[in-house]
């Protein structure tokens, strides 16, 4: 099974909070997973997270056209995120509890739909 299967599915049915809290764990686990940072950078709303997730894009894939658009229209609104912040933190850390609700979750409503 696809590990962006359940959070895609929670973005398609408007549980985007979720679906946060599943692409972080994803992400914790695989830093690398450039979709699940792409899903990502469209989920979140603070300009400064959404920066840094930008550049998490463009190190995994410099040329992602995408992600340098998104960067650069933002850092043409705010200079301020044009450099990471030290302090910025894209929460991706989650509880044990909080992912298997969104589990539980998720199967009481593919349970449902069948």
Do not use: F
């Not at 960067?71 to 298997?100: G, M, N």
């Amino acid at each position: 099974m696809d590990p962006l299967e359940t959070p895609k599915h929670l973005i398609q049915i408007g549980d985007t909070n979720k679906a946060r809290v599943i692409l972080g764990k994803i992400l914790h686990s695989d830093p690398h997973n450039l979709e699940a940072w792409e899903l990502l950078s469209d989920l979140l709303d603070d300009p400064q997270q959404k920066a840094d997730c930008y550049r998490k894009i463009l190190g995994i894939d410099p040329w992602n056209v995408n992600a340098a658009k998104g960067l650069h229209d933002l850092t043409t609104i705010d200079d301020d995120l044009s450099k990471p912040e030290e302090s910025s933190t894209l929460e991706l850390s989650t509880s044990q509890q909080e992912v298997e609700s969104s589990i539980d979750d998720l199967r009481q409503l593919i349970e449902d739909d069948v």
